[in-house]
């Protein structure tokens, strides 16, 4: 890889903090993944994995060249912050490059491998990627948990600092507090890092334009509660995107910009139609009107998971239908 695309694909944020692109750059992903190496030395705290590419190998490994303790693992643990593959697949890359530079520092010495984390699913191996990539895990290379599962469970509120630190070391310095984040997926996370100020949103908040979301009720509660901690941070570590400056502010305005979506919806519920209740889809020409056809399919995918979400809250009634035929009605 030509020295020009290391640099722009790696950048230190702050003494504490390295960014490394996952070199899956596209539409939705931006850039590509954002992964973060967390610490000032070996052993380092990495925040996802990319989605598996292998220009993404090389790039870590340049990024953890910077002095270390020879007796020391690179990464001692890895944290995903959800299981969508962009963020979940480089996982064992990572972890065969975690053996090939313990190795090559200490020949002589026993593999010490990392722990892997993650927020549980709510019905342990449901999802089809996880099971595959779990699958094709090599023994030896992970700490497993005492009980032999892959993840370590991440939980809200818990802290996430590595089992071995350089002598003399500030913990802090590594730290990170978990906040879980349900609504982009229900295994969402996001990390606290005090030593920084920061805030790691994950794909809840991206560094531009809007995340998208699978549960809006779920959705808005987590930015509610991750603005509700405002005082623990000023700056974003997105998923996706450039660092966010102005962290506090910038999640305002993702819960105003839903807010005011909502407020659109309950205007057209408040209008009787002949037929007596809405359509979703007609509900969509309404609040889209003069918009581009090619738009409305995903504005309809919006304004149906408002809908559930408004219906969750007892504000509208569904009175059947699917998808785009689904009708509704306000509750009065």
């Not at 003069?290 to 504005?299: M, T, V």
Request: proline content about 8%.
């Amino acid at each position: 890889m030509e020295k020009l695309e290391v640099l722009k694909s790696i950048t230190r944020l702050s003494d504490r903090v390295v960014r490394v692109l996952g070199q899956n750059p596209g539409k939705f992903t931006l850039q590509g993944t954002n992964t973060y190496i967390i610490g000032t030395s070996n052993p380092y705290i990495l925040v996802d994995t990319g989605e598996g590419k292998q220009e993404y190998s090389p790039l870590l490994r340049a990024a953890l060249e910077s002095p270390k303790l020879p007796s020391l693992p690179d990464i001692s643990d890895i944290i995903l912050t959800h299981r969508h593959q962009d963020h979940v697949c480089g996982l064992p890359f990572v972890l065969s490059l975690c053996r090939e530079l313990w190795t090559t520092r200490n020949p002589e010495t026993p593999f010490i491998p990392p722990r892997i984390h993650k927020f549980p699913l709510p019905s342990p191996n449901s999802d089809s990627i996880l099971n595959e990539l779990v699958y094709g895990l090599r023994e030896g290379d992970y700490v497993p948990t005492p009980g032999g599962n892959h993840f370590h469970d991440l939980a809200d509120g818990q802290t996430v600092t590595p089992s071995v630190l350089p002598p003399g070391s500030d913990p802090g310095d590594w730290t990170l507090k978990v906040l879980h984040c349900p609504g982009h997926t229900i295994d969402s996370i996001s990390l606290l890092f005090p030593a920084d100020r920061a805030l790691l949103t994950a794909d809840t908040v991206l560094g531009q334009g809007t995340a998208v979301f699978e549960d809006l009720y779920e959705y808005m509660g987590s930015l509610q509660n991750m603005y509700d901690t405002r005082d623990k941070y000023d700056t974003l570590y997105p998923g996706h995107g450039p660092v966010v400056h102005d962290g506090a502010d910038t999640i305002r305005t993702y819960i105003d910009h839903r807010l005011e979506r909502e407020a659109q919806v309950l205007g057209v519920l408040r209008k009787i139609p002949p037929d007596g209740s809405w359509t979703t889809w007609a509900i969509v020409l309404r609040v889209y009107e003069g918009y581009p056809d090619s738009l409305l399919e995903a504005a309809a995918r919006g304004i149906q998971l408002h809908l559930k979400k408004l219906e969750k809250e007892g504000r509208v009634k569904a009175l059947g239908g699917e998808l785009r035929e689904a009708r509704w009605e306000l509750v009065r």
